[in-house]
């Protein structure tokens, strides 16, 4: 007997096979309505804080630069917990690791409300951090959820295409809501403060409530030690990398830092190997359609994080510099907008390219775009027009990575390891990022002293810039050109309920 026909024949079969693949769907897209809001929420909060900076400086009583702390300090905490927290939701189950993590942004959230001091604030701003780790997990749940059917990487991707709307679209509305939010509650930071910290914990509710949850594999192990050296690796070198555009390239114990941190994957490596249920599965890492994804993050992630406020004060810049377009804080937002408006485009292109022609190549095509809108930058800068043009093919691209590069790593990872392989693309583009923003601090401060008015930077520092950004993507579409033809395609459906009563005889008459 046959082993995908049952007693009713190959046309009963079929009917079951059909009858588990409408069932997948229909379970992702009531999947989808409910973590849509969740990204709606993880965008406000992105978008929310940016347009308080100012009067939250003022509000703390401190400098315009111990604001950057409080960034890095969040980008520290996601770089080194989003990778234990996907590991452990692909052993006890992603909807509970997601409700974990969205208590502890929301207690944050609300401690951002009532600190008052640097350092309260420091550490509430640090801990709502954990909301990074909420896109990981939830492309692991959709893929889990699809992986039955045969169509888990088909639905991931148009998914990760709506939660990326959902992001930029919350990311707008926070933006442009906050600051008349503050101005009409007559300018009162901690009531302003208090509309996110309502939002996400709503959202709890709505992941309690209406988000399934996936089937973990069983008999899974934390390694602890793994992930010991694995966060002291990552402390290092992003530790050494906000060293870096805080103290300036002078400071030498900054190398040391970044140097010891490097070093530290290698006994990290070793240990990995040796483990038979690692934190990080090298063998996985190592694989052709695994390494470039990873290695994509990390190059995107220079100009996904690190770009943004170089192309804000060049827009700000006056023109009597020579260079720079002069606008207001207001007309900076549309420019931002529209950035934005792109990226959300980009998101939902991606998967009817993919389907028109391979993921593969709409990776690449992505990268490209990025690739292109920066390089665009070099001979075309010095109008308003110019700069929107480059932004919005950028934006395109950048657009489509964000919930590609998460999706692709899930289809490329083993069953188990879904959410890890999700979250390690966050990490590598948060590495990419923290080393943007610090060579571009560097690079920009440096050639401070060249411009006509004061506390601009030279258009020779910003041209360094948007050429590292776009060397960046440039080659992360090579990398993409060696991954296999037909990764990240549907698998064949995965049958995860009871086996058929098979006779052994007559199906392995050798015993083979």
Known sequence: MARDSTTTGGASATGWR???RGSAAGITAGLIGWLFLVEITSGVLQGYYVPLIPDLVEHLGIHDADFNWFEAAQLLLSALVVPILAKLGDMFGHKRVLLVSTVLTAGASWWLVVAGDFWSFLAAWALQGFYVVWLPLEIALIFERGRRSGTGASQTRRAAGLLVVALEAGAIIGALSSGR??????????????LPAVAVTLVFFAILFGVPESEPLPGRTLDFAGFVLLS???????????????NGPQTWWVWGLIAIGVLAFLPFGRHELRQPD?????????QPNMWPVQLTAGLIGISLLGAQAPLSTYAGTPRENGYGLGLDAGDISTLIGAYLISMIVGALLFPL?????TPRIALIVA???VAVGYLLFLPFHLETWQVFLNMAIAGLGSGALVGAMPAAAAAAAPRGQTGVASALTNTTKTIGGSFASAVFGVVLFAGAAQAVTAGASSLSGYLTVWAICGAGALVAAVLLCFVPKLAFADAAPVDTGPEPRIDPAAEHPTGH
């Open 278 to 286: 690692p934190a990080i599965d090298l063998r996985v890492l190592r």
């Open 367 to 369: 990268a490209s775009l």
């Open 18 to 20: 059909t009858s588990i």
């Open 232 to 246: 002291l690796a990552l402390l290092l070198i992003t530790s050494g990398l906000t060293f870096l555009r805080l």
């Open 181 to 194: 939010i503050l101005t009409a509650l007559g300018g009162d930071i901690p009531l302003t403060m208090m």
């Open 353 to 357: 390219v993919s389907r028109w022609a």
